[in-house]
C-alpha cells in the first residue's frame, strides 16, 4: 500500500517541471489525506488532467535551479517501485481523477533510474491494459535501446535542454554535457520518431510519438536571439514538435535561491515568437527586427513589433496573397486564407470582420479598396 505522503510528495517534487499549457488544479487524495495536485494540460489527444509524478527524488546530479539535486538542502527522500507507480496511477486513473501520465524521475543512477520508468510504462501497457495518454521523460544517460522503448510505449517522450549551449549547461548543472548526454538523446528520438508503436504492445492504432524539450527562460545570461535559434534549430534538425519556454524562479534551499526571477512576460513573447516561426512559417531572418541590438525581446506582441518595422506601406486587403495577409497583425492562418480566396471585393470593415480579422490591431497595417485607417470611419 503507497503512503498518500508519498503521492502527494512525488507529485508536488513533480511540478517544478512545468509546460506552460499546464494548469495546475488539487484534487483531494483520500478525502481526509490533503490534496493532490493535478494538472490539465494539452497533448497529442486533446485536454486532459495529468498525474504529474517522479519516480524518486533522489539524484547524483548538481543542477543548480532544482530542489531535487544533490547540493539542495532538502533531506526527504521518496521513490515508487514500478508496480507501486503502475497501481497508485491505476487506482487515480479508475476513480476518474485523472485521465493521463506524465511520468519523469530525478537519477540515482541514470540507466537503472530509466529502467524503473520503462517498467513502470511496460506495465500499464501490457499487464494493466491501460490505453491513455502517457508522456514520459528521457533521462541524461539513457542508452539507445531505453530511448526506443520509450518512443514505443509512450504517446510523448522530452528531454529538457534547460538552456542554450555546453557553456551555459555547464555554469548550472555540472555533471550533465549538453551534446553527449542531451543532443546525442535528442537524434535518438528523431531516428525513431516516425516509427509506430506495436499494436500487439499498446493495444491502438499505430501512432507517431511526440518529440518535445523545454528551455529555461533567463536562467543565465542566455539572450531571447539564443533561445529561439537554438528552438529553430531543434526543430530544423530534430524534428521537434514542441519547444516549452519556462521563466525562471529562483526556488528556496537551492544554490541560485537569491537569483533574480526572470519575467514572465518574456516567456509568453517567446511562445509568440515560437508561434510565428512554427505556425506562421516566418523565416529566420523575418523575426529579426522583433530583438534588439543585444537580442532581447521587448514586451510588446513580435508580429506587430516585426509588421512596424518591415511593412513599408498598408497592405491593401483585396488581392494580396495569402502569405503577405498573414505578414498583418490581427489575421490568422484561417482568415489569410479566407481572404485570400474571397469572390467579393471586400469594402468595409463589417466584411473584414466576417472573414475573422482583429480590426483594432490590424487597421495599422492595411488598406479597404484602397483607403487607410484615417478614412475607414466613414465605411459601415
Not at 96 to 112: A, N, T, Y
Not at 154 to 170: F, K, M, Q, W, Y
Not at 189 to 213: D, L, N
Not at 244 to 263: G, H, Q, R
Amino acid at each position: 500500500m503507497v503512503s498518500a505522503e508519498k503521492v502527494r510528495a512525488l507529485s508536488e517534487l513533480a511540478s517544478y517541471d512545468m509546460e506552460q499549457e499546464e494548469m495546475l488544479k488539487h484534487t483531494l487524495l483520500g478525502g481526509t489525506n490533503g490534496p493532490l495536485q493535478t494538472y490539465e494540460a494539452k497533448t497529442p489527444r486533446g485536454v486532459c488532467t495529468l498525474f504529474k509524478t517522479l519516480m524518486t527524488n533522489k539524484c547524483k546530479m548538481d543542477c543548480r535551479y532544482c530542489v531535487n539535486a544533490q547540493c539542495s538542502k532538502r533531506s526527504a527522500a521518496w521513490k515508487y517501485t514500478p508496480d507501486e507507480l503502475a497501481s497508485t496511477f491505476m487506482a487515480l486513473y479508475n476513480k476518474r481523477i485523472v485521465q493521463g501520465l506524465f511520468l519523469s524521475s530525478s537519477i540515482e543512477d541514470p540507466i537503472p533510474s530509466m529502467e524503473s520508468i520503462l517498467e513502470s510504462a511496460r506495465l500499464l501497457r501490457a499487464k494493466m491494459r491501460y490505453r491513455g495518454y502517457m508522456h514520459l521523460k528521457i533521462l541524461p544517460g539513457s542508452t539507445r535501446d531505453q530511448v526506443e522503448r520509450a518512443t514505443r510505449y509512450a504517446d510523448r517522450v522530452s528531454i529538457n535542454l534547460e538552456t542554450v549551449s555546453p557553456s551555459h549547461l555547464s555554469e548550472i548543472a555540472s555533471n550533465k554535457d549538453f551534446r553527449s548526454d542531451i543532443l546525442k538523446r535528442q537524434s535518438w528520438i528523431r531516428h525513431t520518431q516516425s516509427r509506430f508503436k506495436h499494436s500487439r504492445e499498446t493495444g491502438s492504432a499505430p501512432t507517431r510519438v511526440s518529440h518535445v524539450s523545454q528551455l529555461i527562460v533567463g536562467i543565465n545570461g542566455e539572450s531571447d536571439l539564443d533561445i529561439f535559434k537554438l528552438a529553430a534549430s531543434e526543430y530544423e534538425h530534430m524534428k521537434l514538435n514542441r519547444m516549452y519556454y519556462s521563466a525562471f524562479k529562483p526556488i528556496v534551499d537551492t544554490p541560485l535561491e537569491k537569483s533574480p526571477a526572470a519575467p514572465i512576460w518574456r516567456q509568453n513573447r517567446l511562445y509568440q515568437l515560437d508561434w510565428l516561426y512554427r505556425i506562421y512559417n516566418y523565416s529566420g531572418d523575418e523575426v529579426q527586427p522583433a530583438f534588439s541590438d543585444e537580442g532581447f525581446l521587448q514586451n510588446m506582441d513580435p508580429k506587430v513589433a516585426i509588421a512596424r518595422t518591415t511593412f513599408e506601406r498598408p497592405l491593401e486587403i483585396n488581392g494580396a496573397e495569402e502569405r503577405n495577409l498573414l505578414r498583418v497583425p490581427g489575421i490568422g492562418p484561417q482568415t489569410a486564407k479566407s481572404l485570400a480566396k474571397a469572390r467579393e471585393k471586400i469594402t468595409s470593415m463589417a466584411a473584414l470582420g466576417k472573414h475573422g480579422v482583429v480590426l483594432g490591431r490590424a487597421l495599422p497595417f492595411i488598406r479597404i479598396n484602397g483607403l487607410r485607417q484615417t478614412t475607414l470611419a466613414s465605411f459601415n
